[in-house]
């Protein structure tokens, strides 16, 4: 049975100020004069859904929802967001998790990453501080997250997303995730997670390859999901940002997501003083893309 919702403040590695009555105001991010995402900076969960800053609902600029939240068949997938499941043994991606020789497992090992301050807040840009904390309130890692929104034509923008890593523990911090602890079948989830949304299964493809068996742990450049939302309105999402050792997780059939996996068949290490910088790009577009309209967009040059 999946857990039920419930404050964030019972959660033990908990910040302060998150009851219902403290919670500031969500920040948008706009692009002209249309809002293109909603940032959730500090949502009241179960500590087993992984409470992280998300965004959500991010938008096509004609208005069309491409992200998903608390979806019935896996609640810890929350719009756009960065997610690990196994920091140093920490799950901060949320739900069950993978034990080798075991399977999937409920444990009492879920974190939190929390918004520990404001750098800059402005219509399309967000710079904010951030912590990653075992179950105990321990900070393993901390973080320094911008999100940039920008205009990419009458139908398209840019989504940026720039995070710094870098350890608190004063020793190297693990990444790891289902696959690197013994889960077959190429489940190497766990870095920058998108949760699409979608009426039937979406199409995915990269500059040489297409289908989800094809592109999943795949390092190609470029990586586009096109999809139908409920209700109508067409939409292209094209992800770019892989760094060093990272890989595609690519779900189409079970559910449509899209993750630049930071551990996917080898764990990852952020060495005690050497901080992991990671930039995510993202082209919402409206409308069906094809591969040839994709190179051609990314081709295009960016604006000063």
């Given at each position: 049975?999946?857990?039920a919702?419930?404050?964030?403040?019972t959660?033990?590695?908990?910040?302060?100020g998150t009851?219902p009555?403290?919670?500031?105001?969500?920040p948008?991010?706009?692009?002209?004069?249309?809002?293109?995402a909603r940032y959730?900076v500090?949502?009241?969960?179960?500590?087993r859904?992984?409470?992280?800053?998300y965004?959500?609902?991010?938008?096509?600029?004609?208005g069309?929802?491409v992200?998903d939240?608390?979806?019935?068949?896996h609640?810890w997938?929350?719009?756009?967001?960065l997610?690990?499941q196994?920091?140093?043994?920490?799950?901060?991606?949320g739900g069950?998790?993978?034990?080798?020789?075991?399977?999937?497992?409920?444990r009492d090992?879920?974190?939190?990453?929390?918004h520990?301050?404001?750098r800059?807040?402005?219509?399309?840009?967000?710079d904010?501080?951030?912590?990653w904390?075992d179950r105990t309130?321990r900070?393993?890692?901390?973080e320094?997250r911008?999100?940039?929104?920008?205009?990419a034509?009458d139908?398209?923008?840019w989504l940026?997303?720039?995070?710094t890593?870098?350890?608190?523990?004063?020793?190297?911090?693990?990444l790891?995730?289902?696959?690197?602890?013994g889960?077959?079948?190429?489940?190497?989830?766990?870095g920058f997670f998108?949760?699409?949304?979608?009426d039937a299964?979406p199409?995915?493809?990269?500059?040489?390859?297409a289908g989800?068996?094809?592109?999943?742990?795949?390092?190609?450049?470029?990586?586009?999901?096109?999809?139908?939302a409920?209700?109508?309105?067409a939409y292209?999402?094209v992800?770019s940002?892989l760094g060093?050792?990272?890989?595609?997780?690519?779900?189409s059939a079970?559910?449509?997501g899209?993750?630049?996996?930071?551990a996917f068949?080898r764990?990852?290490?952020?060495?005690a003083?050497?901080?992991?910088?990671?930039r995510?790009?993202?082209l919402?577009?409206?409308g069906?893309?094809?591969r040839a309209?994709?190179a051609?967009r990314?081709d295009?040059?960016?604006?000063?």
């Open positions: 049975m999946t857990p919702a419930r404050p964030a403040a959660n033990p590695a908990g910040v302060p009851g009555g403290d919670r500031e105001a969500d948008r991010l706009v692009v002209g004069d249309t809002e293109v959730v500090r949502p009241d969960l179960d500590p859904h992984g409470p992280r800053p965004l959500h609902p991010v938008r096509t600029l004609a069309t929802p992200t939240a608390l979806p019935a068949d609640v997938h929350l719009g756009a967001s997610a690990v196994d920091v140093d043994g920490t799950n901060l991606w069950r998790t993978y034990v080798r020789g075991t399977g999937y497992t409920w090992d879920h974190g939190l990453i929390a520990t301050g404001w800059e807040r402005a219509a399309d840009r967000l904010h501080d951030l912590e904390r309130g900070v393993l890692l901390r320094h911008r999100l940039t929104a920008t205009p034509g139908d398209a923008w940026d997303l720039t995070a890593l870098t350890p608190a523990t004063g020793r190297d911090v693990h790891g995730s289902p696959a690197t602890n889960r077959p079948g190429g489940a190497g989830y766990g998108w949760r699409a949304v979608a299964e199409r995915v493809f990269t500059a040489d390859d989800e068996e094809s592109v999943n742990g795949s390092a190609a450049p470029w990586l586009a999901l096109t999809g139908t409920p209700g109508g309105g292209t999402l992800f940002g060093p050792g990272d890989r595609w997780f690519v779900r079970m559910y449509p899209v993750c630049v996996a930071y068949d764990a990852a290490v952020i060495a003083g050497r901080p992991r910088h990671n995510h790009r993202v919402v577009a409206d069906h893309l094809d309209a994709v051609a990314l295009r040059p960016e604006r000063p």
